[in-house]
């Protein structure tokens, strides 16, 4: 098992940025794929993102495409949601994930091993 805490989201205007982070420990955190998710009230969890084991591959929600660039970094247990662009529309709660294979599903997050408590962004008009 691995333990996930998320961290960097906060109350930014539209067009600004922020930096998301996701803190591993626990496990081998290599083994794992990565994603992130993000959950507005009264909404489904949705998929944002996903990296691979290396970093060499990576997948994006078509919403955020263009704006929002995952990656990793091995060496520190950690990865990162850089997103720019922010609308009110990104305002949601962030979690990021954690399971052992890419495959078909990636986009489900019911599929996800592991999540972390989450970090919330709010992006104001």
């Known amino acids: 098992q691995v333990q996930l805490v998320e961290s960097g989201g906060g109350l930014v205007q539209a067009g600004g940025s922020l930096r998301l982070s996701c803190a591993a420990s626990?496990?081998?955190?290599?083994?794992?794929?990565m994603g992130w998710f993000r959950q507005a009230p009264g909404k489904q969890r949705e998929f944002v993102a996903l990296v691979s084991w290396s970093g060499s591959t990576t997948y994006y929600a078509d919403s955020v495409k263009g704006r929002f660039t995952i990656s990793r970094d091995n060496a520190k247990n950690t990865v990162y949601l850089e997103m720019n662009s922010l609308t009110p529309e990104d305002t949601a709660l962030y979690y990021c994930g954690a399971r052992g294979r890419i495959g078909t599903d990636f986009r489900k997050y019911d599929t996800y091993d592991n999540w972390g408590q989450g970090t919330q962004v709010t992006v104001s008009s």
């Open positions: 626990g496990s081998t955190f290599s083994s794992y794929v």
